[in-house]
């Protein structure tokens, strides 16, 4: 079992980041491959980032690759999205997740966090 909280959303101008965290509890949290999903009001949730438990592979969204960064510390339990050169169409709340497979699906994810709402103003 893992359990997983997100934290470090907020209100942004275009143009400007953020660093989102998830931290993990539960004993096999390092067995685990983490991502990051959002979901915009109206849209299906999407998968943006994600990263194997050693973190030496990641893979991106076409549409963050160059601006977003996925990274984990397994000595804190926590897994890290920094986000730069944000836009409106970024916003929407962001979902940290933990999957036994090197996944981007959704249906792959076993656990989910409880999200942290993201605002990019224009």
């Known amino acids: 079992q893992v359990q997983l909280v997100e934290s470090g959303g907020g209100l942004v101008q275009a143009g400007g980041s953020l660093r989102l965290s998830c931290a993990a509890s539960?004993?096999?949290?390092?067995?685990?491959?983490m991502g990051w999903f959002r979901q915009a009001p109206g849209k299906e949730r999407e998968f943006v980032a994600g990263?194997?438990?050693?973190?030496?592979?990641?893979i991106y969204a076409d549409f963050v690759k160059g601006r977003f960064t996925i990274s984990r510390d397994n000595a804190k339990n926590t897994v890290y999205l920094q986000m730069n050169s944000l836009t409106p169409e970024d916003t929407a709340v962001y979902y940290c997740?933990?999957?036994?497979?090197?996944?981007?699906?959704?249906?792959?994810?076993?656990?989910w966090g409880q999200g942290t709402q993201v605002t990019v103003s224009s």
């Open positions: 539960g004993r096999t949290y390092t067995r685990y491959l």
């Open positions: 990263i194997s438990w050693s973190g030496s592979r990641t």
């Open positions: 997740a933990a999957s036994a497979m090197y996944s981007s699906r959704l249906r792959d994810y076993d656990y």
